[in-house]
């Protein structure tokens, strides 16, 4: 089973729409969580990080369930600009390494 | 300031030869990776340095080697080419001590025929 987990899609959704993606990981000890985008043949990008509490950042909401260890990022009124690869990142308590989901594509069509 | 700079971008290699990625980092970053990202697995973590002098293997370390002899530079290096080691290679760097926002590099493409 892999550490981090994301449907690969695509989303295909109308620009306007309202998108949620989740992630799961396996690892209970994991402390630190991440979005990160990754436009096609280019290098990933912090989107926001995660808290406990939940965050919201413009158009961008992440929320973290510990109880079942998933994360969600949710986008509201969706822009064409928003396609692109959405990676679930997550780190493991006491550990300098961060683990890569392999991404959830976004596509947004006029 | 330029950030993470990787180079070369591009290189096609034969297999059985070497070669070396630069990774060079102007912030003053104490933690440097490497990963490779492969079609429908994600990043993966090659090997890391978590300070000048120091490395550590990471979750796919095999066929590589790594030396950070000055902070800024991180190099990763492939003695014996294979078809398998043909990816896209990302180098990122962070500030360390508890802060694990990482600074991507543009990224390296490596074929290997």
């Known amino acids: 089973r892999k550490e981090v987990e994301q449907d690969p899609g695509p989303f295909n959704v109308p620009e306007g729409a309202t998108v949620a993606f989740n992630c799961t990981y396996s690892?209970?000890?994991?402390?630190?969580f991440f979005w990160y985008r990754q436009d096609c043949r280019k290098e990933p990008k912090l989107l926001m990080s995660?808290?406990?509490s939940g965050n919201e950042d413009g158009r961008f909401t992440a929320q973290l369930n510990r109880a079942s260890q998933y994360i969600s990022l949710l986008i509201r009124d969706s822009k064409l600009s928003d396609s692109a690869t959405y990676l679930c990142v997550v780190n493991i308590a006491a550990s300098y390494k961060l683990i890569f989901g392999s991404g959830t594509r976004l596509l947004v069509r006029p | 300031n330029a950030g993470v700079t990787q180079t070369p971008k591009f290189r096609v290699l034969k297999t059985g030869q070497s070669m070396t990625l630069l990774c060079a980092q102007d912030m003053n970053h104490e933690y440097m990776y490497w990963y490779r990202q492969d079609p429908g697995m994600g990043l993966r973590l090659i090997h890391y340095s978590v300070g000048e002098g120091t490395t550590a293997k990471g979750e796919v370390p095999d066929g590589y080697n790594v030396s950070r002899l000055k902070k800024q530079n991180f190099l990763l290096g492939l003695e014996s080419a294979a078809p398998s080691q043909t990816s896209v290679y990302f180098c990122?760097?962070?500030?360390?001590?508890?802060?694990?926002?990482?600074?991507f590099g543009n990224g390296t493409r490596l074929t290997v025929t």
């Open positions: 690892n209970s000890a994991s402390q630190s």
């Open positions: 990122a760097s962070s500030r360390g001590q508890g802060v694990l926002l990482l600074h």
């Open positions: 995660v808290y406990s």
